[in-house]
């Protein structure tokens, strides 16, 4: 899902979750991070996090089990570039 010039490697796994899901990514430059989950009606159910960071790999462990299933869209903003995937909750 990398359409970010300064991340590289950018991921969130497993996909369908269960209990919990990974998102992964490498930062090229410090930059400002902030990764939040909505549900289909466009409402934030989770912010995964929202801070500069410093370049290097970054490992966020995200629990996903007091979500309800379904789908849900995950997006992501490093500096001013964005990108949003389809997450989907799987209990």
């Known amino acids: 899902i ?4 300064n ?6 796994y497993p996909n369908p979750a269960k209990k919990e899901a990974n998102l992964g ?3 090229t430059e410090a930059s400002n ?9 466009g ?17 966020h462990t995200i629990d996903v089990s007091t979500m309800s299933n379904g789908v849900y869209f995950f997006n ?3 500096g001013q570039e964005t990108t949003t995937q389809r997450l989907i909750i799987n209990q």
């Open 7 to 12: 991340a590289s490697q950018l991921a969130i």
């Open 33 to 41: 991070v902030q990764a939040t989950i909505y549900n289909i009606t």
């Open 25 to 27: 990514y490498t930062l």
């Open 76 to 78: 992501i903003q490093i």
């Open 2 to 5: 990398s359409d970010i010039e």
């Open 43 to 59: 409402q934030v159910v989770k912010t995964v996090v929202s801070k500069n960071q410093q370049p290097g790999e970054h490992l």
